[in-house]
């Protein structure tokens, strides 16, 4: 086992609360990890200025691992997102975001089990909105054969590594022919390269209304940022919420892996957050790191302590505290262990 050192950035909200209950977790997993702890956010902003010092990014640059809380992000006005800012920062071009049902947590569906690879770095997140005219605000939407090539390649090489066997496109290449347009051919043309899997191709609506009708016939879906970031939500919503839904944003030598969710202002500080997805996230990053049995290990005890179903958050139709249920996972750690 070799020592690594992680840039940890707990975030607001409820970040320092799933971020506390994360690190319990890894650390109960014994994998030696050092951690570089880092404010970011409003109170960061307020004192110098910026929602991210430089020394956070020189940090995660350093250290090429990094877990993140989420970072409320003023609405309308004050700074850009501090997550876009990130991933724009680091060249962190895809975001993985599983969505798989879980035994004991009651959803309209039974062992969905769905990918979603977001393009990360460009598209209606690329922050570039101005004024044409007083009532007229424009905002563009990029999409470059560059990024576009590079996420459908990071796509079907996830599913490769992964066993997966099918990988759909989702787009609006019927209205914006240009863009999405664009952005279907880079898919079609990595997917010439991949022969032995299954390639298809979704109109983002019919997408949605297929994901909760019909979520088994999908499994690998890779999109541009907008459609990536409603439909990951969708399917966090398919397989029991945003508490339980982890993810991974990459870039060429950089991880970092953060929830699905939001800061959650409405049950911040208060010991309600449900700290799965986090968690989920670090196991994540086990996994990346090669560290598969303690990886294994907090998953198989996040599924116990969800099918026994004693010691679960509001979220997910319990009672339990934060520190409770994050306690029965490392409790179940040294029961499956
Ligand atoms: P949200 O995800 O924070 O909350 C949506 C709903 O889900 C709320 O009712 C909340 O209580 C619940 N929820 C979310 N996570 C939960 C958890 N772990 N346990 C239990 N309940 C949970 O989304 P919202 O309200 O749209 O955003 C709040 C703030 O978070 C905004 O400023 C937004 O910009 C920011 N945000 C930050 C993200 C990040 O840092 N990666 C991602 C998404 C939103």
Request: aromatic share 6%.
């Amino acid at each position: 086992m070799s020592n690594r050192t992680v840039t940890l950035i707990p975030g607001d909200g409820i970040g320092p609360e799933v971020a506390a209950a994360t690190v319990k977790v890894i650390e109960a997993t014994a994998v030696p990890i050092q951690w570089e702890t880092y404010e970011a956010g409003t109170e960061v902003f307020n004192k110098y200025g910026t929602p991210v010092p430089n020394e956070v990014f020189q940090s995660i640059v350093r250290n090429r691992w990094a877990i993140k809380g989420p970072i409320t992000t003023p609405i309308g006005a004050g700074y850009a997102s501090v997550n876009v800012l990130m991933r724009k920062t680091l060249n962190l071009y895809a975001n993985v975001r599983p969505a798989k049902s879980s035994p004991g947590i009651s959803t309209p569906f039974k062992n969905v089990d769905i990918v979603v690879v977001r393009e990360n770095s460009e598209d209606l997140y690329s922050g570039l909105e101005h004024v044409v005219v007083p009532g007229v605000v424009e905002s563009l939407k990029i999409i470059t054969e560059t990024a576009s090539l590079r996420i459908a390649r990071y796509a079907f090489e996830f599913a490769q590594r992964h066993n997966r066997k099918k990988v759909t496109a989702v787009h609006k290449a019927n209205i914006m022919k240009k863009s999405d347009g664009l952005f279907l051919e880079c898919c079609q043309k990595v997917a010439r390269d991949f022969p032995n899997f299954e390639y298809s191709e979704i109109i983002v609506d019919n997408a949605c209304m297929q994901l909760v009708t019909k979520p088994h016939q999908f499994d690998v879906m890779v999109m541009p940022n907008l459609y990536g970031d409603i439909l990951s939500d969708l399917c966090a919503g398919l397989v029991g919420g945003l508490g339980l839904a982890p993810s991974v944003n990459v870039g060429e030598n950089v991880h970092l892996y953060e929830a699905v969710h939001g800061s959650a202002p409405d049950i911040a500080g208060r010991n309600l957050a449900n700290p799965i997805a986090l968690i989920l996230s670090g196991a994540m990053m086990l996994v990346d790191m090669g560290e598969i049995e303690a990886a294994d290990r907090i998953e198989r005890a996040v599924l116990s302590v969800l099918e026994r179903g004693e010691t679960l958050t509001g979220d997910l139709g319990g009672k339990a505290t934060t520190t409770e249920l994050t306690d029965a996972i490392i409790h179940e750690m040294r029961v499956v262990a």
